[in-house]
């Protein structure tokens, strides 16, 4: 599975920005899709799952009630809607997938995780 994430950019604090993951590859409904991040000089962070049939997600409470995931399964994609933005959202996010065993599946441990995209810049200006 390869995923190709995109939709980063600049944006002032309190707008919105949509970010979006690409898969390729077979049993795209067999993955969870996660949302992480991470800051420079911090560790990566989890932010969001959608389990495989899309019945299923999680977040993180740094992001709870400002960012909204949400997956295509006819389309191979994941997205992640993002509103409210702060300054201290600023960071290169990645999408990634997690084989389950099930479509119900999820998880939020970044170690479950099996492919990884090469991430995109988000830059929240005060």
């Known amino acids: 599975v390869q995923l190709q994430a995109s939709g980063g950019g600049v944006v002032q604090a309190g707008g919105s920005l949509r970010l979006s993951c690409a898969a390729s590859?077979?049993?795209?409904?067999?993955?969870?899709m996660g949302w992480f991040r991470q800051a420079l000089g911090k560790e990566r962070e989890f932010l969001s799952v959608i389990s495989g049939s899309g019945t299923s997600t999680y977040y993180a409470g740094s992001v709870k009630g400002r960012f909204t995931i949400s997956r295509d399964n006819a389309k191979n994609t994941v997205d992640l809607q993002m509103n409210s933005l702060k300054p201290e959202d600023t960071a290169v996010y990645y999408c990634a997938a997690a084989e389950g065993s099930h479509t119900n599946f999820y998880t939020s441990a970044a170690n479950e995780y099996d492919y990884w995209g090469q991430g995109t810049q988000v830059t929240v200006s005060s």
């Open positions: 590859g077979r049993d795209f409904r067999i993955y969870a």
